[in-house]
């Protein structure tokens, strides 16, 4: 049973609203939170650590107030240890969904705002990209962009290897990466076949064949997708 008092200020108000914000290395400029420009990012040290954020989760539920919960990152990656949901729950939220309203700030950042090659220029090296769709200017725009990253972000060092042990290694089949690799399988990652077995989507609609060779796919994805439909062909004889 919750306390009996509320959070207020000097003149009364009671606060009814708690933002956690999970790290300060945000790529979202909100108004009431972070400078278009950014901020520098605060020592370790000076970050709440898990025990601290389900403290103060704590004492906010413990409140008479209409409590609501907002978490905020846009970086899961830089904190991924942390199992939010599991801290809710040793804070002794109550998380009866039938009374809750869950927004994902993530997914309207993906749906608003464009992720182009040509946004990315334009955010990491606030250049606008004229050429765009040109394979030289595109592959110099790239090369640009990973640069700018790698100053924006330090942790993930200065070689391909100390970025990769960040960001993780996708084993890819295509360029495109409209196919990858599941336990040594070739799947689909795009489209209403997304996770299923390239193979097995062939042998029992040959058609998806003819209709990818036509579409407006990559040619090295065509390629490749050439390559599994043969070998999975010549199987069947």
Same mark, same amino acid.
């Given at each position: ?7 207020a ?5 009671v606060?009814?609203? #708690?933002?956690?914000?999970l790290?300060?290395? !945000?790529?979202?400029? !909100?108004?009431? !939170? ?5 901020l520098?990012w ?18 906010? @539920?413990?409140?008479? =107030? %209409? ?30 969904? $039938? ?7 993530q $997914?309207?950042?993906?749906?608003m ?6 946004? =990315?220029?334009?955010?990491? !090296? @606030?250049?606008v ?5 040109? %394979?030289?200017?595109? %592959? ?19 070689s391909?290897?100390?970025? #990769? $042990? ?16 599941? @336990?040594g399988?070739?799947?689909? @990652?795009?489209?209403?076949?997304k ?5 097995d989507?062939? $042998? %029992? ?33």
């Amino acid at each position: 049973m919750r306390d009996q008092f509320v959070l207020a200020d000097a003149f009364g108000r009671v606060a009814t609203d #708690l933002r956690v914000s999970l790290t300060d290395r !945000c790529n979202l400029r !909100c108004a009431y !939170c972070m400078p278009p420009e950014g901020l520098d990012w605060l020592p370790g040290a000076d970050v709440l650590t898990d025990e601290e954020i389900v403290r103060l989760i704590t004492i906010g @539920n413990s409140t008479q =107030a %209409a409590f609501q919960l907002a978490i905020a990152t846009t970086e899961a990656p830089l904190r991924g240890h942390l199992e939010r949901s599991a801290s809710l729950v040793r804070a002794g939220m109550d998380l009866d969904m $039938k009374n809750r309203k869950l927004v994902d700030i993530q $997914k309207i950042f993906h749906l608003m705002e464009q992720r182009t090659l040509s946004a =990315a220029y334009k955010f990491y !090296c @606030n250049k606008v990209h004229i050429s765009a769709h040109s %394979a030289e200017a595109d %592959a110099l725009a790239t090369l640009e962009i990973f640069h700018a990253q790698l100053e924006r972000y330090p942790d993930l060092g200065n070689s391909i290897e100390s970025v #990769l $042990k960040v960001i993780g290694e996708d084993v890819i089949v295509d360029f495109a990466r409209r196919f990858t690799i599941e @336990n040594g399988v070739e799947i689909f @990652n795009f489209g209403k076949h997304k996770g299923r077995p390239i193979c097995d989507v062939l $042998k %029992a609609e040959p058609q998806y064949y003819d209709w990818m060779m036509k579409g407006d796919f990559p040619m090295h994805t065509k390629q490749k997708l050439t390559e599994i439909y043969t070998r999975t062909m010549l199987k069947k004889i």
